[in-house]
């Protein structure tokens, strides 16, 4: 059946598929009621017209050459007029089955393809539009491959076809699914054979980015704007101060931390001078631990959130401290009302801390497993 904008075919034999389907595209609408139509010219030819809906006309598309006098011409063009004018090329594209290794894990790299192509009618050769080798004029012919089902840009054209035929595409493509696209932007050939070499790797794809994130991990806890260091004796690392305190066992089982019995000033801390957020790193062993205020500057308290990680009795406590705009730098000073001992404090910036969970389970593991000796070691 047929209506006046669509297409629908019944299947009724087995190899015609079953129930319904509808024609889509840009195809030539068959006639009502019964498809295409034959009709015999006024020569006793048989002609083959289908109805296109877009413009309401009639169109031979028969493609075959007639008898001397039958004015029967095999055309290459779409909707060439009856004085043989006009028409648009028709542009013949083949998109071959996907090639993979002996396995799709494997890497296939495309080496060279070889396409070759014939004439229509090697009669053709220097005749009014077309070529000294029987190929219409201005015929171009493109190769492109799709790498993992995604268009590749590495695309090559030809257009001074050989008398050979042969037409040879040699761009490097690599994945582990390669589909080659042959097209023309004319018809008037056939292609009679392809050869495609390919250089097949039995490996894995190299990621492109790979980061573990240990590594992620190491960075963050490295970049450090201040940080107390395991020497003898304790200094902050970047500007140097000397720690007050005595050194004690810290959670390494070394004497690599600072037992503090009154409040004191720990060191200075860095000038800024556009508004900042950072993040503090302590294991913090004391009788009673809160981390209400108990560092602070002449501006502000530094309070910090005791977690849920704990090593031969120290805590592993993390806070979020802002330093504005215009700080000056001035003295970091902890506040205590009972023994308390210091291991390992940090400052970082926020800003390179993807995720505080993340960066709080690795100091643990590294201070459980490999007592500390990834990320702190003693001497700096």
């Not at 070529?131 to 054209?157: C, H, L, R």
């Amino acid at each position: 059946m047929a209506l006046s904008d669509r297409s629908i075919k019944l299947g009724i034999k087995y190899d015609q598929g079953i129930d319904f389907t509808e024609y889509t595209g840009y195809w030539p609408m068959p006639e009502t009621c019964g498809g295409v139509v034959k009709i015999l010219d006024n020569n006793n030819n048989v002609r083959i017209l289908v109805l296109d809906f877009r413009d309401g006309r009639f169109y031979d598309i028969a493609m075959r050459e007639g008898p001397g006098g039958s004015y029967v011409t095999n055309e290459f063009k779409d909707k060439v007029e009856t004085d043989g004018t006009g028409g648009f090329d028709i542009e013949p594209e083949i998109r071959f089955k996907e090639d993979t290794g002996e396995y799709e894990k494997f890497l296939v790299e495309h080496d060279t393809s070889r396409f070759y192509v014939r004439p229509y009618d090697e009669r053709n050769r220097d005749v009014i539009g077309y070529d000294s080798n029987g190929y219409p004029q201005d015929i171009e012919f493109t190769a492109e491959i799709y790498a993992d089902g995604v268009p590749d840009i590495s695309t090559a054209s030809a257009k001074k076809i050989p008398v050979t035929g042969e037409i040879v595409y040699d761009k490097k493509v690599e994945g582990h699914r390669l589909q080659t696209v042959f097209k023309a932007n004319k018809s008037g050939f056939k292609l009679v054979g392809r050869q495609q070499d390919y250089i097949v790797k039995d490996i894995n794809e190299t990621p492109d980015i790979r980061v573990l994130n240990e590594g992620l991990c190491q960075q963050v806890l490295s970049n450090v704007y201040r940080r107390i260091t395991r020497s003898n004796p304790l200094i902050e690392k970047i500007t140097k101060y000397t720690i007050g305190g005595v050194l004690t066992t810290g959670p390494d089982n070394n004497d690599t931390a600072v037992l503090i019995t009154e409040s004191m000033p720990l060191f200075t801390l860095p000038s800024i001078t556009s508004t900042t957020d950072y993040y503090v790193f302590v294991w913090i062993k004391k009788t009673t631990l809160s981390g209400d205020a108990l560092f602070s500057t002449p501006d502000a308290d530094l309070n910090v959130i005791v977690s849920e990680y704990e090593i031969n009795g120290y805590v592993l406590c993390y806070g979020e401290w802002q330093l504005d705009s215009g700080f000056s730098g001035e003295l970091l000073t902890i506040n205590i009302d009972e023994n308390t001992s210091l291991f390992d404090f940090r400052l970082v910036k926020k800003s390179t801390v993807a995720t505080i969970d993340d960066v709080l389970e690795y100091m643990y593991k590294d201070g459980s497993k490999n007592n500390f000796d990834n990320i702190c070691p003693v001497v700096f």
